[in-house]
């Protein structure tokens, strides 16, 4: 297993993913070796935050009760710039553009994924919301 | 070769007081029954799980509560594929010899067993732990996302979607133990609770207690004569942020393989089903089946193509839409109106010709496919 690096899913301010040395292909979901081609030389890379929108779905009925208190929120699967795809959340999605450091709408994780919009529209940050 | 050669289902809803294995003895006693054979001639068991009462060995813990004693027993976890990944499975082990006859049973008191909530919850973690779980996506959620896609690259509209809710609950509306029988329309799928966005309350499955089970076996045991002609299945994928895609799925591979496996073309079937989790996906399956070409299965619908007197009857107990969903055995519930409709047995629901049938079950968010064609021969 590569060393411990810390992103969004352990409170940092940051998006992470692995390229392969041996085969260059991307992937999020960390693990100690690539699953493409089996090398273990992974490098650890920082993404840019940007993409677009793959998917999307306003939840309004939540599951669990962090998420209740953000009811509705969006789902979202977005295609990032580096080529991985990763499941976002936003409190509030403006229909302007960038318009929205996401302010007070915390996500529970404590991030908030500023959207310029819906469907195929660009991801273009990820704040961290104090 | 593998016969079914008998089948047991519960009404779905509510069943107050009974446990999930109750439910599983109940369907089980049935499908033996049907089949024409006694509890000590059950040599295999294959079960699935249940959410209420998880158990590291439920297969056994069943066989023993029902009072067998199999030669072969175990349980299988592919989430909605289950079912039809048991039926596989009792297909080559019966025709491989380990057994003579496999009893494959599902039950759960899904509905009444716990709070809504934990139901959902549980089901939730179906997502990754680290990467989806923490952002607070439901099940509603990952069909959500699925049909928002569906409907961007072929101009599906939240009405057509409507239209697979509507026809269910039709279906429904004529089985005695269907859990939802009133009849709605796409003005009613429009107006109910938003749920996960583009779904709404009537477009998701309802959660219901209720049990399935049938008997594969080496040889037919009575009048009926359904066999399994050829199955398959792959898995893609676990988790929705790894789906390679969303609008090309993993239905179309498994039905090839399927036909591969039995020499069957789409053409021949005169009773398909599609046992899918959600409406969403439906039409997504439609063309991936081969039933419909992309966009065109909610016209389909709307001219009653997959009604009962329909070229193809879809799903005529009502699916997990309106018959119910106690989890495995929901799936499991297509089968066996399946083989009802087979055997001549589906009273006013009964098709014209139901000599082969095609299945699919997928698990996961689109994960786990099992496709499936069943024969009835003379």
Not at chain 1, 92 to 110: F, K, N, Y
């Amino acid at each position: 297993m590569s060393a411990k690096f810390a992103d969004w899913t352990s409170g940092e301010a940051a998006i992470r993913y692995q390229s392969c040395a041996a085969c260059g292909r991307v992937q999020y979901f960390r693990r100690g070796f690539c699953a493409a081609c089996g090398a273990t030389e992974l490098a650890e890379q920082r993404a840019s935050g940007e993409g677009t929108v793959y998917a999307t779905s306003l939840v309004c009925r939540s599951a669990t009760p962090e998420t209740r208190t953000h009811v509705p929120y969006n789902i979202l699967l977005v295609d990032t710039a580096e080529g991985f795809r990763m499941m976002a959340m936003a409190t509030t999605i403006s229909p302007s553009p960038i318009a929205s450091r996401c302010g007070s709408s915390h996500s529970p994780d404590g991030w908030c994924h500023i959207l310029k919009g819906g469907m195929s529209r660009k991801v273009v940050a990820s704040q961290r919301v104090a | 070769m593998s016969f079914i050669t008998g089948v047991g289902l519960t009404s779905y809803g509510k069943h107050e007081g009974l446990s999930s294995l109750d439910l599983m003895s109940k369907a089980a006693a049935l499908a033996i029954s049907d089949a024409g054979l006694t509890r000590a001639e059950i040599d295999g068991i294959l079960c699935g799980y249940s959410t209420v009462s998880p158990h590291i060995m439920l297969a056994t813990v069943f066989a023993e509560h029902f009072g067998i004693g199999p030669s072969y027993a175990h349980a299988v976890q592919v989430g909605g594929a289950t079912g039809l990944a048991m039926t596989m499975l009792a297909h080559h082990l019966v025709d491989a010899g380990v057994a003579r006859h496999v009893l494959v049973v599902g039950g759960e008191n899904r509905l009444t067993g716990q709070s809504r909530d934990a139901s959902i919850a549980a089901l939730a973690q179906v997502g990754h732990p680290d990467y989806e779980v923490p952002l607070g996506p439901t099940i509603p959620a990952y069909y959500g996302l699925v049909a928002s896609r569906y409907m961007h690259e072929y101009g599906l509209t939240e009405q057509d979607l409507a239209e697979f809710a509507v026809l269910m609950r039709a279906h429904a509306a004529t089985h005695p133990g269907a859990q939802f029988r009133d009849r709605i329309t796409v003005a009613d799928v429009m107006a109910s609770k938003p749920v996960a966005l583009p779904l709404k309350l009537l477009d998701c499955c309802p959660v219901s207690d209720g049990g399935a089970a049938f008997v594969i076996s080496r040889g037919p045991t009575g009048e009926a004569r359904v066999r399994v002609r050829g199955c398959a299945q792959p898995h893609t994928h676990q988790h929705v942020t790894a789906a390679p895609t969303l609008s090309e799925l993993g239905a179309e591979i498994a039905i090839a393989k399927a036909k591969a496996a039995s020499g069957v073309a789409i053409s021949m079937c005169a009773m398909p089903r599609s046992m899918t989790a959600l409406p969403s996906h439906w039409p997504c399956f439609w063309r991936d089946l081969g039933l419909a070409a992309r966009g065109e299965a909610a016209a389909r619908v709307r001219s009653g193509y997959f009604s009962r007197d329909g070229e193809m009857p879809l799903n005529t107990h009502g699916g997990l839409l309106s018959y119910g969903h106690c989890g495995v055995g929901g799936a499991m519930a297509h089968l066996i109106e399946t083989h009802l409709q087979m055997t001549g047995r589906a009273g006013n629901r009964q098709v014209r010709d139901a000599s082969i049938a095609l299945l699919h079950g997928d698990g996961g968010v689109l994960s786990s496919h099992v496709s499936m064609f069943l024969e009835r021969v003379r």
